[in-house]
């Protein structure tokens, strides 16, 4: 998987020549820190979704499946992370 970013969009892609053609669109690869055990990535992704604007969270979410809708930013957070367990 490759996340990459443009201004406020983050693109989720799992193949390289997507994550190529985004590049060439203007879109930068982000790197994510490797991770030791589950729960550094718990708390790293925790993070994360706080650090994120609401757009984001928006886009990532509608992503995984779940509606939107009238959600505001910290029901966004709670909907991600209730999916990730």
């Known amino acids: 998987m490759f996340r990459l970013r443009k201004l406020n969009v983050v693109k989720v892609v799992s193949s390289e020549n997507e994550k190529n053609r985004l590049i ?3 879109f930068v690869e982000i ?12 708390e790293d992704t925790n993070n994360d979704y706080e650090n994120m604007n609401y757009t ?8 995984k499946g779940i509606n939107t809708y ?3 930013k910290e029901d966004i957070i709670a909907a991600l992370q209730e999916m990730e367990g």
Do not use: C, R, T, Y
């Open 24 to 26: 060439e669109k203007g």
């Open 31 to 42: 790197q994510v820190p490797f991770l030791n055990n589950k729960k550094d990535i718990k």
């Open 56 to 63: 984001e969270l928006k886009s990532i979410a509608s992503e």
């Open 70 to 72: 009238k959600l505001k």
